[in-house]
């Protein structure tokens, strides 16, 4: 995870009973809550924002269970942010696991999505977007995006996602994903997320959740100033 303010953050990994969660190395600022935003004609551009780019809603198989888990395993620990809770309440996380694992949607664990991957434990993806401190109407890339289930809780908040998926089989997977939760404003390529997205760059925020060694030269020139 990188902010254009270059400090580091490193989440905490809660164990699940079937096992630790896997996360990539983390780097961006730190957590906390974001003032709400006052009333008057900065509030009104914000939500008029947000209904701009506010996807239909999905038909979701397990509403309660989802908000539930939002309440449980989010709101209750360190995850403050009201954009974050929002969005991680209405992105559907059913929609993004295979279809056996449907059931355990919620559990706040990784779940298998195909290919030998994972999608994250929601606690991580919420941990994750709360750092970058998003306000609403950025672009943003995303290194890894599995299944598209990051993806599509980014669009929620952000005017644009860009995201890179190195297997061609999870790309079109993600695309299915997203087309099916009626995500508009996310654009999915199959490729080296180590070269990041160099054609619409800058970005205001980069979210890494595959490891590397090192972060890699091509995102750090891709970040936005600010």
Known sequence: LFRSDGQREVPEVVEDPRGPAQVGPVVGGEAAQREPVEEG???EQHDQQH???AQPPAAQAHPLAQRVA???QLAARDIHSSRVLEAMEHVPREFFVEEEWTDEAYVDGPLPIGEGQTISQPYIVAFMIQALKLKGGEKILEIGCGSGYAAAVLARIAQQVF???RLEALAKIANRNL???CV???TVRCGDGTL???EEA???GILVSAGAPQVPKALKEQLAIG
């Open 184 to 186: 508009s404003n996310v």
């Open 51 to 53: 209904a701009d780019h």
């Open 70 to 72: 939002v309440a449980e």
């Open 196 to 198: 990041g997205w160099k």
């Open 163 to 165: 995201t890179i998926e």
């Open 202 to 204: 800058p970005f205001e």
């Open 179 to 181: 087309k099916r939760a």
């Open 41 to 43: 004609p900065a509030r």
